[in-house]
């Protein structure tokens, strides 16, 4: 497969508590040149938007210690950052509900590359769109 | 000659893995996610699930010695179990964790622990076979692994 970038690098959050899932999921971005901040945790990413800090694209865990992703997510789009892709990911059929009711923009049960390359083909549309 | 037997081996194992259920599609998406950046990448990332998933069936097992029992305690360890299973495509696991987890959503112990057993079998038989496969990519040397993967 041919790792396709287009214009500048998009950035990334990944919220993920389990080593192997942080592991294969920064790879996978790394292959598409995306810039990744990794946290372990919901409220480490949360902390992250409070001090002010930008995304594109997060990528999260549903349940992890200390804050879940669909909490995490619920905070963070109450913040006002309504523009940033949110996208669940979970291998729990139930999260999708969680994820989707506390605003995420799409939940996957497992992220395969092809479907990465399609949710950062949309996300930079649709930062290109916001930024026109 | 010894080269191609070794690829034909290599081939050959892991088509077995995947038609006897141990490992699924998702093992495929590690492989490609190796590089000449990162050559070994799919051997450290399962390094990484083993020593990881270890450490989760000892405390599962401590954790179902415990009484009361904490289902809910059980269910979360469970749970990262099969999300690190099924990230690296350990089928058969990810499998078993499911079972597990039924079991513990049904509060039956006995379940629980007869399934605990069949997740530590797996667990090293995965373990042994995978040991044994990337033993002999080793042997074919990082050049052509890409080739391998795409098989």
């Known amino acids: 497969m041919a790792f396709q970038t287009q214009g500048s690098n998009l950035r990334a959050l990944l919220v993920e508590d389990i080593k192997v899932n942080r592991m294969i999921l920064s790879q996978m971005l790394r292959k598409f040149q995306v810039e990744t901040t990794v946290v372990q945790n919901g409220k480490e990413a949360v902390e992250l938007f409070l001090g002010g800090e930008t995304f594109d694209i997060v990528l999260t865990d549903n349940l992890m210690p200390i804050m879940t992703g669909p909490e995490a997510i619920s905070k963070i789009r109450a913040m006002g950052a309504t523009d940033v892709m949110i996208v669940g990911v979970s291998v729990d059929a139930n999260s999708m509900e969680e994820f989707k009711d506390a605003g995420a923009d799409l939940c996957v049960p497992k992220l395969k590359l092809e479907i990465l390359e399609h949710i950062l083909q949309e996300t930079r549309s649709k930062k290109n769109k916001s930024s026109a | ?151």
């Not at chain 2, 892991?14 to 950046?37: H, I, M, P, V, W």
């Not at chain 2, 083993?50 to 405390?59: I, Y």
């Not at chain 2, 039956?108 to 622990?113: F, H, M, S």
């Open chain 2, 1 to 151: 000659m010894e080269y191609s037997n070794l690829r034909r081996q290599i081939i050959f194992m892991k088509k077995n893995l995947f038609d006897q259920g141990y490992l699924d599609e998702q093992f495929n998406q590690l492989e490609e996610l190796q590089d000449e950046s990162s050559p070994n990448f799919v051997e450290e990332v399962a390094a990484l699930f083993f020593k990881d998933s270890s450490r989760l069936l000892t405390n599962i097992e401590q954790a179902i010695d415990k009484y009361p029992q904490d289902f809910y305690r059980l269910d979360s360890l469970v749970q990262q179990l099969k999300g690190s299973g099924s990230s690296i495509g350990a089928l058969r696991m990810k499998n078993e964790c499911s079972v597990f987890k039924a079991n513990c959503n049904d509060r039956n112990l006995e379940g629980c622990r007869r399934s605990l057993q069949k997740m530590k079998r797996e667990h090293a038989t995965l373990k042994q076979k995978l040991e044994s496969y990337f033993q002999l990519l080793r042997q074919v040397g990082p050049r052509d692994y890409a080739v391998s993967s795409r098989k």
